[in-house]
């Protein structure tokens, strides 16, 4: 069972645009949402993050707002670049009492045209 | 530079012959976990340590194992491996709670011939 749903699976942007990708959870006890971004051959990078108790979280381009009452939250990057070109996974955790196991998204790869 | 190294970044293994992956970390987190990635899909968890402790996940198959002798070092090891476990194996670091983002390593590509 897939705890975090992401889309689209991918997306085409052309530079300068805004690129929104949209996740959705399901399980009220999480409380902690990162998005990361990977590139190629590389692992997961940690692009930005927010809890529940706010409602939106702005660093530089990148923008996650995030609505408790529907379970949503999305990425929105502003002023896309094609070094932004790459795949990127939402997710969620809950607290537990050893870590913080997150779930992944199913992941959405972003193209920024030039 | 405080980070997570994973070697090999390449592996190659024959059907059926054993396999350990190794991970490294000088964030001294308290956390240490070992995702798979196959193509286009999402990382999924396969074990965990907080500290000494393990954690599997319940759908983990039998044939993957870990080991952590430190803090610093964590060790995947696929005692069979099958065509179907070639993925992407990533270790990753968190201190631990909630609200700690992970630190990820580049990963080590796993082929099965």
């Known amino acids: 069972q897939q705890q975090v749903k992401q889309s689209p699976q991918s997306l085409i942007v052309q530079k300068g645009g805004i690129s929104i990708i949209n996740c959705a959870y399901e399980?009220?006890?999480?409380?902690?949402f990162p998005w990361y971004q990977q590139f190629p051959g590389k692992g997961p990078a940690l692009l930005i993050a927010?809890?529940?108790?706010?409602s939106e979280k702005k660093e530089g381009r990148f923008t996650i707002s995030f609505n408790k009452s529907a379970k949503q939250f999305s990425l929105h990057i502003m002023d896309s670049q094609p070094g932004d070109s790459a795949t990127y996974f939402c997710?969620?955790?809950?607290?537990?009492?050893?870590?913080?196991?997150?779930?992944f998204g199913t992941g959405t790869r972003l193209t920024v045209i030039p | 530079d405080a980070m997570v190294i994973q070697n090999p970044r390449y592996q190659v293994t024959q059907f059926g012959k054993p396999v350990t992956l190794s991970c490294s970390q000088t964030?001294?987190?308290?956390?240490m976990y070992w995702y798979q990635q196959k193509s286009s899909q999402a990382p999924k968890l396969l074990f965990h340590y907080y500290d000494k402790d393990f954690n599997n996940e319940a759908d983990t198959p039998d044939n993957f194992q870990s080991r952590r002798p430190n803090t610093s070092f964590c060790f995947l090891d696929i005692r069979s491996p099958g065509l179907g476990d070639a993925a992407m194996y990533l270790c990753?670091?968190?201190?631990?709670?909630?609200?700690?983002?992970?630190?990820f390593g580049s990963g080590t590509r796993l082929t099965v011939v």
């Open positions: 990753a670091t968190s201190r631990g709670g909630v609200g700690y983002g992970y630190t």
């Open positions: 927010i809890r529940p108790d706010v």
């Open positions: 964030l001294n987190h308290n956390v």
């Open positions: 997710a969620a955790s809950k607290g537990h009492p050893g870590a913080n196991n997150l779930f």
């Open positions: 399980n009220t006890a999480f409380d902690y």
